[in-house]
């Protein structure tokens, strides 16, 4: 599902941001990945996502070179790749209804579809109540729901998550990882990013490290 051969991420002024990474995300898979703060989580992430492209290797993501997708087909490939991200990236002009359905809105869905889509996702999350609601209104907790229904209301066969529990207290932490196991075992492969060791940890999960933009354990390994 997800293949890294020797992926090197140079930003401009040297710094490299991931450095010859290699690794095997299987479909259907969830897996964390650790590391100190500018470890290069967030890079690896965006290569994903095709946000950033690799300076040198190769990033495969359900059997497609994303070094040959052109700028033209980007949106198609980002529709397989749900993320969410720890700022939430709301528009708090907007209902939730409104954030959630912004995916299927751009892939020009048909309006019927919309409403099923999107009341489906927020009730997954527990949030089919707040439909109506601006996100300026709901906690912490309720804004990460939110995104994490706008990221899976597509159906995507990947979700990246960044940092998604890393402005909430442990309760709530515990409740989204709940969320992500759910998705999990209907056959989404997740990879999510956090520096939450204690709460990864109890999971019995697959766990990539990164230490200075360099892979330096893989869990599945030993």
């Keep these: 599902m997800i293949h890294f051969e020797q992926v090197t991420k140079r930003y401009p002024g040297g710094h490299e941001g991931l450095s010859n990474a290699s690794f095997h995300i299987a479909p259907g898979e969830l897996v964390f990945l650790t590391g100190h703060s500018g470890a290069g989580k967030s890079t690896l992430l965006r290569l994903i996502g095709l946000l950033e492209r690799c ?6 993501v359900n059997g497609r070179n994303l070094g040959r997708i052109g700028r033209r087909d980007i949106p198609y490939h980002r529709r397989e790749v749900g993320m969410i991200f720890q700022d939430h990236r709301l528009l708090h002009d907007r209902t939730v209804f409104d954030n959630v359905a912004m995916p299927l809105v751009v892939a020009g869905m048909r309006h019927q579809e919309i409403g099923r889509r999107v009341r489906a996702a927020l009730d997954k999350v527990g949030l089919l109540n707040k439909e109506k609601a601006r996100p300026i ?13 706008r990221a899976v209301v597509s159906k995507p066969p990947v979700v990246l998550a960044d940092e998604p529990t890393g402005n909430l207290d442990p ?17 989404v492969t997740l990879l999510i990013a956090t520096h939450d060791l204690d709460l990864i940890s109890r999971m019995g999960q697959r766990i990539l490290t990164l230490n200075r933009g360099r892979l330096v354990r893989d869990s599945a390994a030993g």
């Design 137 to 149: 209104t709901l906690s912490g907790g309720e804004q990460q729901r939110v995104g994490i229904a």
């Design 55 to 60: 300076t040198r290797g190769q990033v495969r």
């Design 171 to 187: 309760a709530l932490s515990q409740e989204i990882m709940d969320l992500f196991m759910q998705f999990n075992r209907v056959g």
